[in-house]
């Protein structure tokens, strides 16, 4: 670059004659300099290229490269965003191939083969794209959130076809967990009962499969039971239905379905209630179905605290008479009103099942309301039905079937009795009566009496059990 200075004329001057200016160059501007000397200080000028040009502005022509220069900025230009649509596209190919993997590795290709092997699973049961549920959720958005749990969260969409769902996302990363995951789908998608909640689908494109089921709007049974000033909703009819319906639910699974089923996680938090308290079982990760022609199944032992059947947990060996033991101890919510687990007044952890099967105050035990509500209504065989269903003996309980029945006459004659009190509802109530004597037997052998008196240390059983059990959600 060149920078000479002309002395004794200012850049006005010098102008004025183009033969003696020296700023030759069209991209050349004059630029006003002082010069100081021996003999003093002299105005003077020196000439410069314009922006984005260089080169010898006191020659024609002398300034160049000012086109290199717009170029080499749209070359920037387009280079970057180059850059960011090349990355875009890399990412969406990356998310793609990621999505492709989750979805084999979470089982896609066998729900393919079963959805697309039979018409009525393929119709009940669709999968997801990832995409389809965040926009159902407004990408997850926190506010659609209904349900939080220390496995992961439940969410409510709206699906394209407008029905309103409930998406169960799980923030466990384990196999076992996925594999509980698939195992619900795969036997909700073969389960078609009123009083089972229903699965619309899942999505396979994430680490953990999320399930898509019919959202229910009115908690759990045991939101209604264990309320916070512990003076439940629930009428004593209510809560009757409640157990009838729950037990027609099981029966259904372990005999009546195309496989027997057993549920494996029978509890209050599982028994979904919709706008007008009817039953909707729900949380089929743990269960197992087995072959027609077996009584049970060795598995790894699996429930949850409080509603874990003794005897399975000492063997092994999964039956249907695990669901009843499971069962029983929702019968003792439901009368009681209090938890599974509960505290006493000491602060002490109490086992509720054990108060059925050792406390002779039960009735002192019982929720103020049933007391009230259901003493002169089938409460007293509704309490020998729960101690039947919480023998330490499987082989002592009756089947979910048996005990469907029995819950079913108690509310026939109940209702019967409510509508009618000739001598029809006397007869009524004679069977009521002997439906009581045949609840009211002794129910309990002279071993089973040696037995119990050895169930007060079935607590601390269950404290063991508590550091070896993987706890279902």
């Not at 990355?87 to 290709?109: A, V």
């Amino acid at each position: 670059m060149f920078s000479w200075v002309i002395q004794y004329q200012s850049c006005e001057e010098a102008m004025q004659n183009r033969t003696t200016y020296a700023c030759r160059s069209d991209q050349s501007i004059c630029l006003n300099a002082n010069i100081t000397n021996s003999v003093g200080i002299h105005l003077g000028y020196r000439c410069k290229c314009t922006d984005g040009y260089e080169g010898n502005p006191y020659v024609s022509d002398g300034c160049e490269g000012g086109i290199l220069g717009v170029s080499t900025g749209v070359g920037v230009l387009l280079l970057g965003i180059s850059f960011v649509v090349i990355s875009r596209r890399w990412r969406k190919r990356k998310q793609k191939e990621t999505r492709k993997r989750y979805f084999r590795q979470n089982h896609g290709l066998l729900l393919q083969q079963l959805i697309s092997s039979d018409a009525d699973i393929a119709e009940k049961t669709k999968i997801f794209s990832l995409k389809d549920l965040e926009k159902s959720t407004n990408n997850f958005d926190d506010t659609r959130i209904v349900g939080r749990g220390g496995h992961g969260m439940v969410y409510k969409g709206i699906l394209s076809d407008q029905r309103v769902a409930a998406i169960k996302k799980s923030k466990i990363v384990k196999k076992k967990e996925i594999d509980q995951f698939i195992n619900e789908v795969a036997l909700l998608s073969q389960i078609n009962h009123r009083h089972v909640v229903k699965l619309f689908g899942c999505c396979l494109e994430t680490e953990v499969p999320l399930l898509v089921y019919e959202f229910i709007s009115n908690g759990t049974l045991s939101d209604h039971l264990l309320m916070p000033n512990g003076n439940s909703s629930l009428s004593w009819e209510d809560r009757l239905r409640i157990a009838t319906e729950t037990a027609g639910t099981l029966a259904y699974l372990h005999s009546a379905a195309s496989i027997s089923i057993f549920h494996r996680d029978v509890k209050s938090s599982n028994i979904l209630l919709d706008d007008h308290l009817t039953v909707k079982v729900s949380d089929f990760g743990a269960s197992r179905s087995i072959p027609v022609d077996q009584t049970h199944i060795s598995t790894g032992v699996q429930g949850t605290f409080g509603y874990l059947d003794p005897e399975y947990y000492q063997t092994g060996q999964l039956t249907e008479k695990s669901d009843v033991y499971s069962f029983g101890v929702i019968l003792d919510e439901l009368l009681t009103g209090k938890r599974s687990i509960f505290h006493s007044e000491d602060g002490e952890n109490m086992n509720l099942s054990m108060h059925f099967v050792q406390d002779d105050r039960l009735v002192e035990f019982l929720e103020a309301r049933v007391v009230k509500e259901g003493m002169e209504e089938g409460l007293h065989e509704v309490i020998q039905l729960a101690q039947m269903c919480l023998q330490l003996k499987g082989n002592d309980r009756p089947t979910m079937k048996e005990v469907e029945f029995r819950l079913q006459s108690l509310r026939r004659i109940k209702k019967q009795s409510r509508n009618n009190w000739t001598d029809k509802g006397h007869a009524d109530s004679e069977c009521l009566n002997a439906v009581s004597t045949f609840l009211g037997k002794n129910i309990y052998s002279n071993s089973d009496n040696m037995a119990i008196q050895e169930a007060s240390r079935n607590y601390s059983l269950e404290k063991e059990m508590m550091s070896s059990l993987n706890y279902s959600r």
